[in-house]
T-cell receptor
């Protein structure tokens, strides 16, 4: 069974204090790994898709990387508006688009 | 360019009633997915549909739950004879193909009293 474990469960940073979120996964043939951001009371907002080990993608203060067993979401010099829950999900080969999600990391960035 | 539209945003039902959740995908998207998010749990896949077809319903409970995506109109997730354990946020997502990332709606929060 495909599994996704995210750590830490919660993270509190000061503005400008860079850090990384971890997503460990086990999947029978990775088709894609996805990062989403979810604000309270809203649906997940797509951030990145990574397909193969060694791949990296960046968007503003966020950078996602992928290895054969885990993915990291690096947050550089975060701002309070980066506060949200960050979700990681995997799509296994042959599962017709079904995503398996982790429980997320709740990030709070304070002034 | 409207996103994925879900309604209602909030739905309260008494135990034993039926709940109908609606989802209109983004324009040009023919693939629809339903997920459920229980408090303190991750999003769980329920069902994947294309127009008039259920492609994967491996996450749907065997009883009381059904989903459809008709040729015309929104996708509907139907829960019959609701119980307290059905209280959750239900999210719909759509994509233009199964080879593409999803766009999620804002969800329907179902409360069973």
């Amino acid at each position: 069974e495909d599994q996704v474990t995210q750590s830490p469960e919660a993270l509190r940073l000061q503005e400008g204090e860079s850090s990384s979120l971890n997503c460990s996964y086990t999947v029978s043939g990775l088709r894609g790994l996805f990062w989403y951001r979810q604000d309270p009371g809203k649906g997940p907002e797509f951030l990145f898709t990574l397909y193969s080990a060694g791949e990296e993608k960046e968007k503003e203060r966020l950078k996602a990387t992928l290895t054969k067993k885990e993915s990291f979401l690096h947050i550089t010099a975060p701002k309070p508006e980066d506060s949200a829950t960050y979700l990681c999900a995997v799509q296994a080969a042959g599962t017709a688009s079904k995503l398996t999600f982790g429980t997320g990391t709740r990030l709070q960035v304070t002034l | 360019n409207a996103g994925v539209m879900q309604n209602p945003r909030h739905l309260v039902r008494r135990r034993g009633q039926e709940a109908r959740l609606r989802c209109s995908p983004m324009k040009g998207h023919s693939h629809v997915y339903w997920y459920r998010q229980l408090p303190e749990e991750g999003l769980k896949f329920m069902v994947y549909l294309q127009k008039e077809n259920i492609i994967d319903e491996s996450g749907m409970p065997k009883e009381r739950f059904s989903a459809e995506f008709p040729k015309e109109g929104p996708s509907i997730l139907r829960i019959q004879q609701v119980v307290r354990g059905d209280s959750a946020a239900y999210f719909c997502a759509s994509s233009p193909s199964d080879d593409y990332g999803y766009t999620f709606g804002s969800g329907t929060r179902l409360t069973v009293v």
